[in-house]
């Protein structure tokens, strides 16, 4: 007799959203990911392992690790070369067993910048992570930050750059305000419940409204 087992809307999506088939290894991934919020890395650091250890394709286990070796690399816990060599080998796994994957993009994108202070590559890794995590906080909150980036992003052609949400754009404005000698950054402001440019005087620059 043959039992077909019929699942809901609701189940389907949930298998389907599962990053990892087998049972034992995603029930590793969430306890490391609990275990480094709870200030543990070398046990968020050994359960990752072991979750991709137990499954060898476990992209999403390989991102996290490149994520905990390049943060205890650039919090200075231990900022060794050996620490941020692990970081690159992880998610270069990551990125062979899914190139598409928008987290492995945005985890070489972070090991650029906080690695080797590479902000183009950085922002290039950014933008394919962006066509899958549109609303990810973390893709640009870092960019313009720290001396020489900016003016990185402000070399890019403009429609590369009008690809970034309205938090880059508006420190572009700010220092392109500043270079002109105007209070023209004034007269823009961005909603922080939707990141998008108000602008009480002037029409919104072109580059602004492609950045939405």
């Avoid at 754009?169 to 939707?194: D, E, M, P």
Wanted: aromatic fraction near 8%; charged fraction near 25%.
């Amino acid at each position: 007799m043959h039992c077909e087992t019929r699942l809901s809307p609701e189940e389907r999506t949930l298998v389907a959203s599962r990053p990892t088939a087998n049972g034992e290894a995603h029930d590793l991934y969430l306890r490391a990911r609990s275990a480094w919020s709870l200030d543990d890395p070398d046990a968020a650091i050994a359960l990752m392992e072991r979750a991709a250890q137990l499954d060898p394709d476990f992209a999403l286990a390989f991102v996290a690790l490149s994520s905990f070796h390049r943060r205890l690399y650039f919090q200075n816990v231990d900022p060794s070369p050996e620490r941020l060599t692990m970081a690159k080998q992880a998610v270069d796994r990551a990125l062979e067993l899914d190139p598409d994957l928008p987290e492995a993009h945005l985890a070489l994108g972070r090991y650029y910048y906080n690695g080797h202070r590479d902000y183009r590559r950085a922002l290039a890794e950014y933008e394919i992570a962006r066509q899958g995590l549109p609303n990810e906080p973390p893709l640009y909150n870092d960019l313009g930050r720290e001396p020489g980036e900016l003016e990185v992003v402000l070399g890019l052609p403009q429609p590369t750059l009008g690809l970034a949400p309205a938090i880059l754009h508006r420190r572009v404005v700010l220092r392109r305000g500043r270079r002109r000698g105007r209070a023209r950054s004034s007269r823009w402001s961005v909603s922080n419940s939707s990141g998008v440019y108000t602008n009480r005087s002037t029409p919104m620059p072109a580059f602004a409204i492609a950045g939405r």
